[in-house]
Structure formats: C-alpha cells, structure tokens
DNA sequence: ATGGCTACGATCCGTAGA
C-alpha cells in the first residue's frame, strides 16, 4: 500500500499534473490540500475515471481539502471535533482498515498575528482529536500539509528563520505534542538525503537553491510505522512548468498493513 | 533592500500563502 499526501495550490490549475503524477507514481490513498474550489467544481469525474473515489471538504478561493482512493473510503467525517472552525481544513476516511486524517494546517502568517494564535488553538484541537481517534482506530495515518518544519535540519537555511512563523518554538511544541500521542514521523524512520525540503518559495528561484522547508509529513500510529517500508519526497512535479509549490510525500506500506 | 511569485476573485489591485 502507498499512502500520500499533496499540497496541489488549486485544484483546477494542477489537475493535469496530478492525473500524471497518479499515473506515474500510483499511489493507493492521496490526502490533498489547498483545492481553492467548493465542491460542485471538484473534478470528481476526471480523478474517477483515473480510478480514483473522492471524498472532499470544498472551500471557494481558500483551504479546501479531499482524500483519494483506489478502495471504498468508510466512516467520512469532516473538521475537527469539538472545534467550529469556517476554514475548511480537515476530512478524514477509514480505507482498507486504516484511518487516514488529511490535514491543511493553519499558515499563521506571522508571531504573534490573530492568525498564529488561531494556528496554535487549531493544533491543540487537532491534538484531542487525534487521541481520540486513536483510541478508536489502531491504525492511524494524519497525512498533509503541518506548516510547520519541525528541525533545523528540516530549514534550509535555519539561521534566517529563527523564531520565524513555521519554525518557532511554539509551533515545534504543538507539533511534537501529536508526536507525543504515540505517532512517528515516516519521513525519519529511514535514512534521508540531506537538506530535503517539501516546499519552496516561488520567489528567488528558491527550488533552485533548494531554498526550502520540510513542512509536509506523514504521521504514523505505532501498528502503521511498523509496517512502513519507506517515505520519500517526490521533487519531479516541481519540476514542471506552472507547479504547486509544495512537492509529494509518499509512504510505502508492507502487505502486513 | 522586508521585495522577489502564484492563485483567486475581483477589477486594472488586494489578500493570502509560507
């Protein structure tokens, strides 16, 4: 089983992309963040024709999020629970017996903005949440776009961003608390080229410089980390004219999973 | 130098992303 998740920046402007990169990398289950369209303009048709069901929390212009998979998706739920949240975020599945939570956390602009505070808030939600889903499915994947890189070495250029938005302590400290429920980050249970990032700024030629972050992952529950085989960083879809900004993250499941 | 791209929905620029 392969699990991913893809932070695309539109929907309607990188489906092309996206129907390529399914062909290529074949992926089971995909988590998608950043559609930028409400549901009725969701290309559900075109992803299940490349043999792809859909389930999708739509929002117009922003957020807007949609897990793909090849086998029937159980027990939909949208948000998160408990939180009134208008930003449409987060939508999880149950696929195949594991239970996958898409993610497009909260950017936070700025420290110290309202929007770092809703991100903050938005992290102890997701945390809750998280353990209580946990508790109920053994076999738990929270897959997507973080906004937060949680190293320096996830940083390419860790001395810039000191204390910036996205690597700040406060940041890091709502990142390992999912860490702490008892989830692995895939990404570091394998050896890893350094200075590999999952996004890089349009501006500056950063994905030249490979001026970038590492603000995409794939979180693990115990049962599902024992059973992954390999998680990787696919670069080639930024390569390409007209990208996202944010590259692939794919992890690799033994038949066990 | 606090910008620099890109997408969106609205106009002929503002907001947001990270």
């Known amino acids: 089983m392969k699990l991913a998740t893809w932070n695309v920046n539109s929907i309607k402007v990188r489906l092309p992309q996206l129907l390529d990169w399914l062909a290529a990398a074949r992926p089971d289950v995909v988590c998608l963040q950043e559609l930028k369209t409400e549901e ?4 559900r048709a075109e992803l299940e024709a490349a043999g792809y069901q859909s389930a999708v929390l739509g929002q117009k212009t922003y957020n807007g999020v949609a897990i793909l998979a090849r086998s029937g998706m159980q027990d939909l739920s949208t948000g998160i629970t408990g939180f009134e949240d208008e930003q449409r975020r987060v939508i999880s599945a149950t696929v195949d017996g594991v239970r996958v939570i898409c993610v497009y956390c909260p950017n936070g602009q700025a420290v110290g903005s309202d929007k770092y505070a809703y991100k903050l808030r938005w992290f ?4 809750r949440h998280v353990a209580g889903e946990l508790r109920r499915h053994p076999k738990l994947a929270v897959a997507g776009d973080f906004n937060v890189a949680p190293e320096d070495r996830d940083v390419h250029d860790p001395k810039a961003w000191e204390g910036q938005v996205h690597v ?13 429920l008892g989830l692995k980050d895939s990404f570091r249970l ?12 349009y501006r500056m030629l950063g994905f030249r410089r490979n001026a970038g972050l590492r603000i995409d992952q794939i979180l693990l529950s115990a049962p599902l980390a024992g059973a992954c ?8 879809p930024r390569k390409l004219e007209r990208p996202s900004d944010h590259a692939p993250v794919i992890a690799e499941f033994s038949a066990a999973a």
Do not use: G, H, N
Not at 40 to 43: C, D, I, L, T
Not at 190 to 201: A, H, R, V
Not at 229 to 236: E, N
């Open 40 to 43: 009725a303009k969701y290309p």
């Open 124 to 127: 102890e939600a997701l945390r």
């Open 168 to 180: 700040s302590a406060p940041e890091r400290s709502a990142w390992r608390a999912l860490l702490e």
């Open 190 to 201: 394998f050896e890893q080229p350094e200075k590999t990032y999952s996004w890089w700024d």
């Open 229 to 236: 085989t390999a998680c990787s960083i696919d670069k080639a």
